[in-house]
């Protein structure tokens, strides 16, 4: 058996930490359940990572960064409406074939909400400036301007919403999802 450095182990505890933190939540997981998870001691966890708080940071900046290299690969070579199409579906596949990725986004907007009610505005900082990063990206990457852009997210998020309360692909609440974020009389403002 090959032993795996410290920046694989990293990686699996990343990787176990989307799992878990995806499914329980920041407060409902435990380190035990993500050392479990990796075949690891809470110990070694610790020599990994200062806590829970590090942990669930880089998992929820690892679905940040994620999705922005998936907008980036999707709109490889386009721009505008093209490019907003292919990112929004892009991310549609991303979220059915992973549904842990968007799990953690939803847990990761409750748990800025609860640190910073309790006046931990670090996370939240974190989480912030990954968000605008990939508004940012979407922005650049679409040629689009402030308003399309802040469409094109809104209804990214709205995605979110449908696809977290389970409503399936056929529902009647997803007609017309892409259109308003992506149609070209849109982009010709």
């Not at 999707?74 to 991310?91: C, D, H, I, N, V």
Request: glycine share 8%.
């Amino acid at each position: 058996m090959v032993r795996m450095s410290a920046e694989e182990r990293r990686e699996s505890v990343i990787r176990a930490a989307i799992a878990e933190f995806s499914e329980r939540g920041y407060y409902g997981t435990s380190t035990e359940a993500i050392a479990k998870r990796v075949g690891v001691s809470q110990p070694y966890l610790f020599r990994l990572f200062p806590g829970k708080k590090a942990m669930f940071a880089a998992a929820s900046q690892r679905c940040i960064d994620e999705m922005r290299e998936v907008f980036e690969k999707a709109a490889e070579g386009l721009e505008g409406a093209e490019a907003l199409r292919a990112m929004g579906t892009a991310y549609v596949q991303l979220i059915q074939e992973q549904p842990e990725r968007l799990q953690m986004q939803m847990q990761t907007y409750i748990t800025v909400a609860a640190a910073d009610a309790e006046g931990e505005r670090e996370f939240g900082e974190l989480v912030r400036a990954g968000w605008l990063r990939l508004w940012d990206t979407v922005h650049l990457l679409s040629g689009a301007d402030v308003e399309v852009t802040t469409a094109f997210l809104a209804k990214g998020m709205l995605i979110n919403t449908y696809a977290a309360m389970g409503f399936p692909p056929e529902h009647r609440v997803w007609q017309g999802v892409y259109a308003a974020a992506t149609g070209p009389e849109r982009l010709e403002k």
